[in-house]
């Protein structure tokens, strides 16, 4: 059966004839209209908007077979793995009973103790729930502690134990260990996520993941072990965001990636890359964060479809700090109405054969190839660090200039913020304090200015001195409101009129000395300078224009894609904010 067989049959050039045609009604005239409608990642990987058949860049292999991009499994589903901070035997036990297949600790000082991690396992059964440990400096201790603990159960472990033969945390040895007397058990972690919670790109977070596994393969096989029993005791890290194709484009690039590692390594049946996604820190926002849920779950979606192993979802509050029974349970629910109810676990590699993906998978495994002979040029990932640093703090510069412009834009608080908003408030989590790099978080630049602004005796405001009927002045109303409140200002509208005495005294009432006047061209080139002259003389000190117009006492433009916070940061100048 052919799906298309009752359409007639059509070309790249009628699509271009088409795509021409609307955009030229659109006030576009483009005889290219796929560079028109193109963009370009921060790893200038081009997005097209249309793909064929011509763009496959070749056969991606079957699942469970090298090169591994349509999976290192040739089964569904993922392990649904939830992290924990805190020594809360009972949270532990919920998430277990409700969901959760693996156990994610976090261990030390800041976290959970090293001799407190029985009390937490105490009626967890190690031989069905894998445990991984993040434990940094403290990982030869308690690695020890859990090989212990299940020696008296006299079970037999599962899982990772955090460990890093390259940067000295007892890898070496405990991967020796681990494939001598434990084969369910693996040594060493390969974190990436701390490029991307940095501000990295993703192939940025794809070169340095493949550098860093390099080294630990390097550390081990110079150990003792053989190059397939290295490959054996890795597992890979990544960030899963709500972009979700980039999602999935991105963990079927690092199997490729690592496949081709093996291949040289000449263990390419042990090049299948074991895969933990989290859901990314960096896209998580302290305001409004119960959009977090929605990011999270396009992040899983993402995760599951682009074939991960274990996926982490971040409770919607983690940015805010210890996240409490109800976010846990929402983050564990998401994972299990992606596999139980919505059946994602059905399907291997869903995606596989989209032109579209396989070309963005191939693009990407290419450009963060390119990086990670930079990386090996420079000495390796240990070695690179200056390197590296720079790259992603070239990324960051351009992301955050998006994010400034709302190219990039945040729902919640670059678009759409709630003025009524209460923050939420929960207990601090003191394992942040470890990351290295610092992380970042796409929103801060306006979550900065929202807590100034909250922090005012009197909410700073602005008035918006709306002229004309409610049809003319909406738009820019909205467009003018929604920009002043993402920075936690109140606005306070004139109503509908083009008398500018009313509109002075509207303004006067209002208490505030910024004005920003909201209306249609034609009726600025009628009214705007005598309502800036009235505004003026009731005391404004600055007056705004929502559009790009010139006029008679008109102090600056708001238009779409301007700096926002800068706009912002005036304003809060202007008004007095105390900082």
């Known amino acids: 059966m052919e799906l298309a067989a009752g359409f007639a049959p059509t070309s790249r050039d009628d699509w271009r004839a088409l795509a021409a045609e609307v955009l030229r009604k659109s006030g576009a005239e483009t005889s290219a209209p796929e560079e028109a409608l193109s963009r370009t990642t921060y790893d200038g990987l081009t997005i097209a908007p249309l793909y064929d058949a011509d763009d496959l860049p070749g056969d991606p292999g079957s699942p469970g077979a090298a090169p591994y991009v349509r999976g290192a499994r040739v089964t569904g589903g993922w392990d649904v793995r939830q992290r924990h901070a805190v ?30 991690l029985g009390r937490v396992l105490e009626n967890v059964y190690l031989d069905l729930a894998p445990v991984v440990l ?79 596994g390099v080294a630990e393969l390097r550390a081990l096989t110079e150990a003792g072990l053989s190059a397939g029993q290295a490959l054996g005791q890795l597992e890979f890290r990544y960030a899963a965001t ?29 090049g299948g890359q074991r895969q933990h996604a989290v859901t990314g820190s960096a896209m998580m926002t302290a305001r409004d964060p119960w959009v977090n849920m929605l990011r999270t779950t396009l992040a899983c979606f993402g995760a599951g479809v682009g ?68 990386i090996e040029a420079a000495g390796g990932i240990l070695a690179a660090g200056p390197l590296i640093a720079a790259r992603i703090a070239a990324t960051r510069a351009r992301r955050d200039d998006d994010i400034a412009h709302r190219r990039f834009p945040i729902t919640g608080v670059s678009e759409f913020p709630d003025p009524a908003e209460k923050p939420l408030r929960r207990a601090p989590d003191r394992t942040d304090e470890r990351a290295e790099p610092p992380r970042i978080r796409y929103a801060e630049p306006y979550e900065r200015l929202r807590d100034l602004a909250d922090a005012q005796p009197e909410r700073p405001k602005v008035f918006l001195a709306t002229i004309g009927p409610l049809a003319a002045h909406s738009a820019r109303a909205t467009f003018a409101a929604n920009l002043f409140q ?54 404004a000190k600055k007056v705004w224009l929502a559009g790009k117009g010139r006029h008679e006492g008109i102090d600056a433009n708001l238009y779409a894609g301007c700096d926002v916070p800068a706009v912002l940061r005036e304003t809060f100048d202007d008004l007095e904010v105390t900082r």
Not at 180 to 197: C, M, S
């Open 307 to 374: 074939g991960a192993a274990a996926v982490t979802v971040q409770p919607f509050d983690a940015c805010l700090g210890l996240p409490d029974d109800f976010s846990r349970r929402i983050a564990r629910n998401t994972q299990s109405l992606l596999l139980e109810e919505s059946g994602l676990g059905r399907v291997i590699d869903p995606a596989g054969g989209s032109w579209y993906v396989e070309r963005r998978t191939a693009d990407l495994a290419s450009a963060a190839w390119a990086f990670f002979q930079e």
């Open 242 to 270: 709500a972009d979700q194709f980039a999602t999935i484009a991105k963990l079927r690039a690092a199997r490729r990636l690592w496949a081709r590692v093996a291949e040289v390594c000449g263990a390419p049946d042990a």
């Open 486 to 539: 993402s920075g936690g200002l109140a606005v306070e509208t004139a109503g509908p009129g083009t008398d500018p005495g009313r509109i002075a005294a509207a303004f006067a009432a209002s208490g505030t000395t910024v004005a920003c006047l909201c209306s249609t061209d034609q009726l600025y080139e009628q009214h705007a300078a005598s309502v800036a002259a009235a505004l003026r003389e009731a005391g």
């Open 87 to 116: 020594a809360d035997p009972e949270a532990v036990l919920a998430d277990l009973e409700n969901g959760v297949t693996s156990l994610w600790l976090v261990v030390g000082d800041d976290a959970i103790p090293v001799g407190a």
């Open 134 to 212: 993040e434990a940094g400096e403290q990982t030869p201790e308690a690695a020890e502690a859990l090989l212990a603990l299940a020696a008296e159960r006299g079970v037999e472990p599962s899982g990772n134990l955090g460990a890093s033969a390259a940067y000295g945390t007892g890898g070496a040895e405990l991967a020796l260990r681990c494939a001598e007397r434990h084969p369910g058990l693996r040594a060493v972690t390969v974190d990436a996520t701390p490029y991307h919670d940095a501000g990295g790109s993703d192939a940025e977070e794809l070169a340095c993941s493949i550098a860093a």
